[in-house]
């Protein structure tokens, strides 16, 4: 997938999390490809769409970094890498699924291939979607989580005490 669509798609889900970190979430957006380019630039080339692109180790990276801090920057860098690869899943080459699987991992069919309309369309509807979302229940930082309490806005805003924000901090509801 083009890299337009990748920053977009995830830059507005992220958008609809916290705005301030769409511009990590982006560079996570690119960082599968980006990171093949420092493997060649440290002479240790990759496949295209080789190690970089593991379903499972972004999907791991994103788990482990929200249980370290839930809507982080680390969380919305691996949330803007997990989206790349689900975006490039569902191209025709589709991705890696694991290091211990040759498994190619392919998502609706990956029927299209890299800047193919389909692409522009699949991102243009992700974005609207995240823009109706946002126009109907605000952004998460305007006050209101559409999914989890912000209990790390009460505790920025000292209403309550660490401890408090430790212990509730994996409450979603
Ligand atoms: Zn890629």
């Known amino acids: 997938m083009k890299w337009i669509n990748h920053v977009a798609i995830g830059g507005a889900t992220t ?30 080339p990759v496949k295209h769409r080789g190690p970089t692109h593991y379903l499972v180790v972004w999907l791991v990276a994103l788990v482990a970094a929200w249980i370290l801090e839930p809507t982080g920057v680390l969380a919305a860098f691996a949330w803007g890498g997990l989206t790349h690869i689900i975006c490039d899943a569902m191209t025709v080459s589709g991705v890696p699924f694991s290091p211990y699987s040759d498994r190619r991992f392919h998502l609706f069919g990956g029927r299209f291939r890299t800047g ?7 991102s ?26 912000d209990w790390m806005g009460l505790y920025n805003q000292g209403v309550i005490d660490g401890s408090e924000w430790r212990a509730n901090r994996f409450r979603f509801f």
């Open 124 to 149: 243009f509807g992700v974005v609207a979607a995240c823009v109706g979302v946002f126009m109907m229940i605000g952004s998460a930082s305007s006050g209101w989580y559409p999914f989890f309490y």
């Open 15 to 44: 958008a609809l999390i916290n705005p301030a970190l769409v511009p990590v979430a982006m560079l996570g957006a690119t960082a599968p490809d980006w990171m093949e380019w420092i493997a060649k630039g440290i002479g240790r």
């Open 116 to 122: 193919d309309p389909a692409e522009y369309a699949i």
